[in-house]
């Protein structure tokens, strides 16, 4: 007879495109979700945690293929209920189609405008690269239900407090500011955009705003070819152009060259490109009202500026769009020097609540992309991947652990954060050992001797450490990185040593 097989083992293994988070990583996102959110919220905003599963028909044109509804996000079916079929179902793609669906649901019940913010994981089911992942943490503010370009010029202010209050400095970022009804105008002027029928040309501009989207990689030049005939890459590959004509291409061209050395001459120069444009004018009206809100805040050019080159990417954008960009220099993979790059975006969506209500409803807002953030800051230095542990008490007869535990109750009381040893205490070299794998900045040491003389040894880890990496023979006896003291000064010594040690 046959030996049954044996059920293989599971792979320890994260499924591919996903990641999993450590200590310091987690502590650091979460210390910069708390300070964005309390700008968000010192700006009036209410927070807000929605379901991360949302019907595929909520998600609507938030997926890259509707035809497809599990193609780009993760979706499944649910169970057919007697005669009806059941729903499809998705991992939330974003943060702002639930957004939608949440003010549409319950907007009897909320104020208008409605301002709220919300943070945390979406899923995307697309082939994953580097520093690509399937989940990644989003963190959004948006304004529902107010049309003034008011709310849009806060949003700025409010992504310029965001990006200083985590540790980016003043210099170090712009918040760049376009609009989209500007780029209409110029697209109805060039000649691709008819307003009597939108739909008309729609291939000819989805190529234009691809091809102005890529100046940053590709320059002018490219961008060009990209309007006329088409492009062939370094690699020999070749890409459609949106097949323009020189005259058409001049005007597109004009329009992303058209910033000048202070936002009233860019505003003036965007005037003279959409003259003739009524939805264009509407445009450069509104981006005019947001620089002088933002002149009024005391916003100026040096953190906030107009600039044509900002399209964002995302079709639903009907008027204003912004774009926070870090300005300062980095190294990528290979070495070459390179600015960091944009870390958050956002615009206006008026027609984003309409799929449900079918009325228009105004709205409003930015999602800053947590995890470049969080690499700008540790290339700006502003975090370090060293994580100082807790303190760990070290276990020298385990008759005693009720005082051990006194002890680690003592510090935690004060604020320290603090442990037990709480692994086979027989070594006490592996105590140490741990200690050094939780990067603990002091042990504490107490044996039957030190509890009856009501003495006990705190060991300063981190300058044990710096001594024996550094020091000679006769420096190490100089510099004791071991202190006796009595029991009752336990939390004053350890607090010192934190102190010295920062």
């Known amino acids: 007879m046959a030996k049954p097989k044996k059920t293989p083992r599971p792979k320890a293994e994260t499924p591919k495109g996903f990641r999993d988070y450590f200590g310091a990583e987690v502590t650091q996102r979460a210390e910069m979700l708390r300070k964005i959110a309390g700008v968000y919220h010192r700006y009036g905003f209410d927070a807000l945690e929605s379901s991360g599963v949302e019907t595929v028909g909520a998600l609507g044109k938030f997926l890259p293929d509707v035809d497809r509804p599990n193609e780009g996000v993760f979706a499944w079916q649910e169970d057919a209920d007697a005669d009806k079929t059941g729903d499809w179902l998705a991992l939330r793609y974003d943060l702002t189609a639930p957004l939608a669906r949440v003010y549409a649901q319950h907007r009897n019940d909320l104020p208008t405008p409605y301002r709220r913010y919300a943070m945390g994981p979406v899923w995307r089911n697309e082939k994953p690269g580097p520093g690509r992942f399937r989940q990644f943490y989003q963190c959004d503010a948006d304004t529902v239900g107010a049309p003034s370009v008011a709310a849009d010029a806060e949003i700025c202010a409010m992504l310029a407090d965001c990006l200083e209050e985590v540790g980016i400095e003043r210099g170090d970022y712009i918040v760049r500011v376009n609009n989209r009804k500007v780029l209409n105008g110029v697209m109805e002027v060039a000649g691709v955009l008819d307003p009597s029928y939108p739909d008309k040309f729609a291939s000819e501009r989805g190529i234009v705003l691809r091809a102005i989207d890529k100046l940053d990689r590709l320059g002018l030049d490219g961008v060009r070819a990209l309007l006329g ?184 009381q004060a604020g320290i954060r603090a442990e037990v040893y709480l692994g086979n205490p027989k070594n006490f070299g592996n105590q140490l050992k741990y200690a050094d794998r939780r990067d603990s900045p002091v042990a504490v040491i107490a044996g039957g001797d030190e509890f009856d003389s009501g003495m006990i040894q705190i060991k300063d880890l981190i300058l044990g450490a710096k001594i024996a990496e550094n020091a000679t023979l006769e420096e190490w006896k100089d510099q004791p990185s071991q202190y006796e003291v009595p029991r009752a000064d336990l939390v004053a010594k350890v607090r010192k040593i934190l102190e010295l040690n920062r």
């Open 229 to 412: 005939a088409g492009r062939k890459d370094d690699s020999g590959d070749f890409t459609d152009g949106a097949g323009l004509t020189d005259t058409q291409a001049d005007v597109v061209m004009g329009f992303m060259q058209a910033k000048r050395e202070t936002g009233a001459e860019t505003v003036e120069r965007l005037r003279e490109l959409v003259e003739g444009s009524a939805v264009g004018l509407q445009g450069v009206d509104e981006l005019e009202t947001i620089a002088d809100l933002m002149a009024a805040g005391g916003y100026g050019p040096d953190r906030v500026e107009i600039d044509p080159s900002v399209v964002r990417g995302l079709g639903y954008y009907t008027g204003p769009v912004f774009e926070a960009e870090l300005t300062f220099e980095i190294k990528d993979d290979k070495g070459r020097v390179r600015n960091f790059g944009s870390v958050a975006g956002g615009g206006r969506y008026d027609d984003l609540v309409k799929r449900f209500t079918g009325q228009e409803v105004p709205a409003t807002g930015v999602s800053i992309g947590v995890d470049r953030l969080l690499a700008a800051l540790h290339a700006k230095g502003r975090l370090t991947s060293d994580a100082v542990g807790p303190v760990v008490v070290t276990v020298m007869d385990k008759a005693r652990m009720a005082d051990y535990q006194a002890m680690v109750a003592e510090l935690r």
